[in-house]
């Protein structure tokens, strides 16, 4: 199973970008997908998080400007991202916890995409 991530870019502060993230393959069912960020020195955080019933989940930092979503059908899952900020500047990672049969279990990340912020 891969992961392609896509979507991000160099955008100025207060712009926007829509990140998507695609499984290579359906399953029997995905239950959380997230977002991750890694900034230069720092380590990886949480960005935001989606149950299979919707409930999402935001780091304080970017509550309220960035949004996650999912598409099960398309096997995506979605982060727009508004109000931009220098300090959102990072590596994006999706991941995707997902049973791809009744019998088993995966979680799997995506390559990485970068998101610029300039001031």
């Known amino acids: 199973v891969q992961l392609q991530a896509s979507g991000g870019g160099l955008v100025q502060a207060g712009g926007s970008l829509r990140l998507s993230c695609v499984a290579s393959?359906?399953?029997?069912?995905?239950?959380?997908l997230g977002w991750f960020r890694q900034a230069p020195g720092k380590e990886r955080e949480l960005v935001a998080s989606i149950t299979s019933g919707g409930s999402t989940k935001y780091a304080n930092s970017v509550q309220g400007r960035f949004t996650i979503s999912r598409d099960d059908a398309e096997h995506t899952v979605y982060l727009q991202m508004n109000s931009l900020k220098p300090e959102d500047t990072a590596v994006y990672y999706c991941?995707?916890?997902?049973?791809?049969?009744?019998?088993?279990?995966?979680?799997?990340w995506g390559q990485g995409t970068l998101v610029t912020v300039s001031s």
């Open positions: 991941n995707l916890n997902a049973k791809p049969s009744i019998e088993a279990r995966i979680d799997v």
């Open positions: 393959r359906r399953f029997y069912r995905i239950d959380n």
